[in-house]
């Protein structure tokens, strides 16, 4: 699903332009002199740059400079790769006393314009950070490289009768220091909860190089201000993790899943209430389509469940995913629920089909998670990752469309649809607005339109994707100016001279 | 099972007074011109003053200057009590312009000398700010003032079929401020994770009177850095916390338990592991007793579950708690692995009884709760609350035995029993010395000597109560200087002035 096609838009790079985003003018170029010193402390395998004598070809630069979305492009002239967090804690110590800028990247997956230099900072990439430091079976408690591929962990952690505790479509590039430094969501959080929760320990290497050592590996620890939970979700601005200690929860021994039609949004609430209480813990997924993302998912052949006939009328459908220790019961749980569900004198649901197998398992699923490709089939997208309560999603999505309508732009060459899907259980709602092209005009109509929406409802204009360079003009709209000033006497503490991801979360 | 009885110990109060704990003298006491101020601003009911013209009798003020072990008395002159957020704001605003140390008390239920105050500070309790503010059934996002005791939280989400994420023995007594406070843990831990996990939102007085607004009920926002967080476990020395957005986990329809007798330590590890990998999700609890945790227990009445034939030879007890969706479901689970458990070759456990009812339930779960009051009935306990890794547990109330054996001091009027129990589950051992009397001898010979045993094993001096007044000496065994640097920093940012929770968690 994951696909590294780097698609440009100019639009976007101009209206990211003329915000005025680029790194401050206190800090400096890498220069050839920085790159012998780095050359001095690195192997060789562990250093890209177009400056002499290493002359690296831009084409092995290219992919640190443009993120995954192409909508925006740094300008590094050097990458670096350590090996260790002594590797990386003499890097950041030179680039602070030099005031060099660097962007801590993973995966580069982020969707935010985070893990890519706004101008020509270092990139310092924890690509060759990437082995497992223990694994304690008993207690599941993984210590790990920042480096890590999740998938890589997955695979680690599952013959040991243990999963991550959390999963998302980027999972075969994305870095567990990644999903760390911007608190990915993703699909299981509705189960384990927040990395918040089950991130134990890290191991962070401070601005002025000072190696931080909370890699813990206790459950329990009351021993003062708890520091790692800023480096969560901070995008890379405090520090650079290296390692992280996470709590793995055993492995369900059987999946299953259901999609169900609903004549109504207005169901969709007290369907969940049901499905909560008589689910209970085996409920692991409550994810949104609403009428539009399932017939583009369908049309673009993400999956198929159910009968056209039978979903005549539905509004919006709800796929329900149970994980738990045992299949009888599990089954049991859920062929009750449905057969309660469509018995009721006024059903909540029109109909409801499960998975027999693996194989329709995954048919389902596709339906859900099928829908951001369908929607890169269509046209363009503006991607919205919010949250507002559940029972507002459909006045979101159908307010936002009104507002384009208003404005003339609902029409085959402008704005095609308006879809919303998401993280139901979490509420958190992708909307999308699929356009034939990016144009300053839609772009106009759609902000600050959705963020004033979403203040009204006082919601995040950042579920799960965080601010990075994207949306440091929108952070005003979920965080006030008390949180936004204590913020940036945070950052100054970790980083005075400001060379820690520049540009990126705070203005 | 909460005594309020305080037994002050003048060893105890010695040896805190000989760190030399005490206000700074930067700050000011309350005085007639600061009280008629706040009771301009306060209804009468909200102020207990021993000063004129409110003249309260000092038992009045005593429960507030006492705290629950009876190891801590402060000396407050003046009680405020307010009713709303914009009440303790100005509260606050003027003790910071004055430089008036405050002391912000819930239940006032914590162990380690945190609620109270070290000097003449001013006490401002929750008390009176004791409503909730709005419960969504669907979402189970509990929004509440600081000041709601635990039981009345718990008691009133049952009837909408949640439960609170956190339970403990204090539970009639400390709010839920408290709790954030303190980050507790308790019982449920191992199920529903930490506060950092299940806190959305927290509303905060900061020390300068300013109203920190972050009471979101959004399960998702990645939007900056997540400043709740450092709220969470500050013990009230970043700010007063006002309210708080909980996350709620729908109620289990059925909890079971059962006792397994061990013939070996060495088989706690092994059954942790094969407990989890079938109970899986509905898991609950696993917690530890060692046979003289057991013993005394039994001896003082509380609980009774397994024939004394049978556990002839057993080293140590493990209760599990299961409670799920399902009664059928669970109670086969269960059943299950215990015949697996007692038909294996080599068998884990000696003997195992499950409750058959309520009352055996109750019984059951006696054992475990019980310790604490058959220890205090016994003598006098200097209780450590650590973090240390399972396997160790034997080790470290071993050591520990063996240390004071050295030193001559394990004897009928001295030292009676050293004693192990805990929650296992999160490798969180509550480590209790019961002695004839607090001696100053014996705290000789445990202090250091704990601390550096737990420091060795990488441990938490402080699972889960924190630091207080009692453990700042303590702080560095299980955080750097690098940390405790950056803790004083964060410290300056929020409370620049230091009046708030003085002498607290930092030195
Ligand atoms: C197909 C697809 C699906 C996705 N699904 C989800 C989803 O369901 N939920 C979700 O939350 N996100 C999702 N994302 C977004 C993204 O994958 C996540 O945010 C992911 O956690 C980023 O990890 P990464 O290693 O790629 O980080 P990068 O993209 O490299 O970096 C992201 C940010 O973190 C910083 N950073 C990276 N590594 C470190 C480090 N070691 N130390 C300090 N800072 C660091 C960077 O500077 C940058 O600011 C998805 C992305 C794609 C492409
Ligand atoms: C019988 C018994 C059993 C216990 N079991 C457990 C257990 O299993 N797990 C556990 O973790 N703890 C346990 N404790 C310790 C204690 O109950 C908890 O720490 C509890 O969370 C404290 O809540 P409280 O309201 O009583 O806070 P208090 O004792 O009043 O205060 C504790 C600390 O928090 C600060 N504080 C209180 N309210 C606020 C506020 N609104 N804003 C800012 N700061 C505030 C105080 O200044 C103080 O530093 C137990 C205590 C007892 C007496």
């Not at 994707?465 to 913020?487: E, F, P, R, W």
Request: charged share 20%; glycine share 10%.
């Amino acid at each position: 699903m994951l696909s590294l096609a780097l698609r440009t838009s100019r639009t976007a790079l101009n209206a990211y332009r003329s915000r005025g985003i680029h790194a401050p003018a206190s800090l400096n170029a890498v220069t050839e002199t920085d790159l012998a010193h780095f050359a001095s402390i690195l192997a060789p395998s562990s250093v890209i740059s177009s400056l002499a004598p290493v002359n690296s070809p831009t084409d092995e630069l290219d992919p640190f400079n443009q993120d995954w979305m192409g909508r925006f492009k740094g300008n590094a002239n050097t990458v670096l790769k350590p090996k260790t967090v002594q590797e990386v804690s003499q890097i950041v110590k030179w680039c602070n006393e030099r005031r060099i800028g660097i962007v801590p990247q993973g995966g580069n997956t982020g969707l935010v314009g985070g893990s890519v230099p706004i101008g020509n900072e270092l990139v310092l990439s924890l690509a060759n950070m990437n082995k497992v430091r223990s694994f304690d079976p008993v207690a599941g408690i993984l210590v790990a490289d920042a480096g890590c591929i999740l998938q890589a962990l997955t695979d680690y952690v599952a013959p040991l009768d243990h999963v991550m505790p959390l999963d998302l479509g980027a999972k075969g590039s994305c870095q567990i220091g990644g999903n760390v430094a911007t608190n990915a969501g993703g699909l299981r959080l509705l189960r384990y909860g927040s990395l918040h929760g089950s991130v134990l320990g890290l191991e962070v290497v401070l601005p002025d190089g000072t190696i931080l050592d909370q890699l813990t590996t206790l459950r329990k620890d009351n021993t003062g201000y708890d520091l790692k939970q800023l480096f969560i979700g901070a995008e890379g601005t405090l520090g650079i993790i290296t390692a992280v200690s996470i709590l793995t929860p055993p492995a369900p021994q059987a999946t299953s899943n259901v999609i169900l039609a609903l004549p109504h949004f207005d169901n969709v609430l007290p369907l969940f209430q049901t499905v909560k209480r008589d689910l209970s813990e085996i409920l692991s997924a409550f994810e949104f389509l609403d009428r539009t993302a399932y017939d583009l998912a369908v049309k673009h052949g993400q999956g198929k469940a159910l009968d056209e006939s039978e979903v005549e009328g539905a509004q919006c459908f709800v796929l329900v995913e149970t994980s738990g220790g045992r299949r009888e019961h599990d089954e049991e749980k859920l062929n009750d629920l449905l057969e309660k569900l469509l018995e009721a004198d006024e059903p909540l649901i029109n109909t409801g089909v499960v998975s027999q197998n693996p194989s329709q398992f995954e048919s389902i699923w596709g339906l859900r998670e099928g829908v951001t490709e369908a929607i890169s089939k269509e046209g363009k997208a503006y991607k919205y990752d919010i949250s507002v309560p559940v029972a507002t999603f459909k006045d979101c999505v159908d307010a936002t469309r009104d507002h384009l309508e208003s404005k003339g732009l609902m029409r085959p060459d402008a704005v095609k649809y308006v879809v919303g899907y998401g993280h139901c259980g979490d509420g958190n709602l992708h909307l999308n607005v699929c356009a034939a092209a990016y144009t300053q005009e839609i772009a106009d109509a759609l902000e600050p339109f959705i963020y004033e929406l979403v203040q009204k409802h006082r919601g995040s204009v950042s579920a799960e994707h965080g601010i990075g360079a994207m949306k440091t003009h929108a952070l005003h709209y979920s965080k006030d100016a008390v949180s936004i000033g204590l913020m940036k006497q945070i950052k100054g503490i970790f980083d005075p001279n400001g060379i820690m991801n520049p540009g990126k979360v705070l203005e």
